[in-house]
């Protein structure tokens, strides 16, 4: 079936560094790609998406390109705050229902 | 704008004891889902609505019931409460296209079974 891997965490890193949490996905067709961010104590919240081939979601200075021939969907920053600390779940859409990955948990040095 | 609403934020349920978590969207959203975030699991489907009158199962169903009378309630019922019920649990919503749009989430409901 379906599913979504992503790398496990935590991921610690310093103020400034460049990000990269990495995501591949299996699935039939050609779903839409998420990630999700969720800060402590909170519900997820959309941070950005792509619907099809090529398409690269942005968003408060992350950025994902959808990846057919890889069937990845990696997320990237070129500088961290440490605001950003948080936990970070890739996610594909199929048939309305979404599927998440396990969450990669971010701690951000000042 | 209120979003997507849960209640209770907290609950402490003894064993088989039954309650009701319940969700609201003021948003006028079609799809509505449950899901339990566990630690190291993810999140994993519960149970979700297309519409008023519709639900259906998702990954993990079982102790769970739900029910969709209305476009902006859809209440989560554990009849039996179990220690494996322990978890958290979010709501969600979106248009029916949710390819194009994502979920709105509530904020959670932290339950602990004793």
Redesign the interface.
């Known amino acids: 079936g379906d599913s979504v891997t992503q790398m496990e965490g935590p991921v610690t890193l310093s103020e400034e560094a460049f990000l990269t949490i990495n995501c591949t996905y299996t699935a039939t067709g050609y ?2 790609l ?1 990630w ?1 961010v969720q800060y402590p ?6 941070l950005l ?1 792509a ?1 099809k081939a090529d398409d690269k979601g942005s968003n408060k200075g992350f950025e994902a390109t959808y990846r057919k021939e890889t069937t990845s969907f990696h997320l990237e920053k070129g500088s961290v705050q440490v605001s950003d600390s948080a936990v970070y ?1 890739c996610a594909l ?1 199929r048939d ?8 990669t948990r971010l701690h951000i040095l000042p | 704008n209120a979003g ?1 609403t849960q209640t209770p934020k907290f609950q402490v349920l003894k064993t088989g004891q039954s309650m009701t978590l319940q969700c609201a969207q003021d948003m006028n959203h079609e ?1 509505m ?1 449950w ?1 339990r975030q566990d630690p ?4 994993r ?1 519960i149970h ?1 609505s ?1 519409g008023a009158g519709i639900t259906d199962q ?1 990954e993990v169903p079982n102790g769970y019931n739900v029910s969709r009378s209305t476009t902006e309630d859809f209440p989560l019922r554990l009849l039996s409460a179990a220690p494996s019920q322990t978890s958290v649990y ?1 709501c ?1 919503s979106s248009p ?1 296209q ?3 749009y ?7 409901t932290r339950l602990t079974v004793v």
């Open positions: 779903p839409s998420f999700y104590g909170e519900g997820l919240q959309l998406k619907t779940f859409n309305d229902k979404i599927i998440f990955g396990k969450g | 997507v799809y889902s899901y190291g699991m993810g999140l489907l979700y297309v998702g979010f969600a029916i949710s390819q194009a994502g979920y709105t989430f509530g904020s959670g």
